[in-house]
Every structure is written in structure tokens, then in C-alpha cells.
């Protein structure tokens, strides 16, 4: 990998991916669910791909609740995660790459294709290996 992905955002990120409808709340009666974007025949390499970049994410907020998955898969309600994460122009929540890598949840092509290039730029690293990068130094582990 090359250049790193910027410093946390200073800015609210501009758009969002992988929130869903909760039939509990109204205000978001205009999300997706999450069943409706399953992709059987998504490339299995990307979507480990998508997942680890997903993964590492900065944290933009916190919450003091959790969230649960919306397929009822049995996992625990605390690996869904409490943050919603960024890259500085996108935003998803912590349990994103739960529904990518157990249930094959593709998010749109835009987000995929941001996600490629990142990904082909460098971004998507560890701090370590970002820290070891700038530092000029190799084999550093993230």
C-alpha cells in the first residue's frame, strides 16, 4: 500500500452506508433493509476487502446503547458494536462489516468503488503500519 488514508475528520463525512430501517422508528422508514442487499455473487475477495476496510475505520461518534443484527443471526448484541466509524467522506456503523462478511451485504457500487480506490492508495491501514509508513520504516505490523 501506498499513501495513508487521512487524519481523522475535522468535518462531518457527506455521505452514509450500511444503515438500516427500524420498524421501531419512523425516521428511518427511508433505509434500506438489509436482506434487500444480498449479493450471493459477490466476489469473495472483495468483500474480505470491503470488511477489513470497513474495520478500520476512525471513530466519528459513540453511543452509549448497542444494536443488534437485523437478521437475527444469534450474534452478540456487543460485537455489533456502539461507534459509528468514517473515512472522513463516508460513515457507517460499527457492526457494518458484520453484515458484508456473515451475510454477504453488498453496499452500493459507489461505496465499493471508493472502497477500490482507497484500498489501491493506501488507505484502509492500521495506525501502526500508517505510523511505521511515515516514518519511513518497514515490516511493520498493524
Not at 456473515?102 to 482507497?118: A, N, Q, S, T, Y
Request: hydrophobic content about 30%.
Amino acid at each position: 500500500m501506498t499513501s495513508p488514508p487521512s487524519d481523522p475528520p475535522t468535518s462531518e463525512p457527506t455521505r452514509s452506508v450500511g444503515y438500516w430501517r427500524d420498524p421501531h422508528d419512523s425516521s428511518t422508514a427511508d433505509l434500506p433493509e438489509p436482506q434487500t442487499c444480498v449479493d450471493d455473487a459477490w466476489d469473495p475477495r472483495e468483500r474480505a476487502m470491503v470488511a477489513r476496510y470497513l474495520r478500520r475505520g476512525d471513530t466519528f461518534r459513540a453511543y452509549p446503547g448497542e444494536t443488534w443484527c437485523r437478521f437475527r443471526c444469534g450474534i452478540d448484541d456487543a460485537y455489533m458494536g456502539t461507534r459509528d466509524l468514517t473515512d472522513g467522506e463516508w460513515i457507517w456503523p460499527e457492526g457494518f462489516p458484520h453484515y458484508v462478511e456473515k451475510h454477504g451485504v453488498r453496499p452500493p457500487d459507489e461505496f465499493v468503488e471508493h472502497v477500490r480506490r482507497r484500498v489501491a492508495a493506501g488507505a484502509g491501514e492500521g495506525p501502526l503500519r500508517r505510523l511505521a509508513r511515515r516514518l519511513g520504516l518497514t515490516g511493520a505490523r498493524s
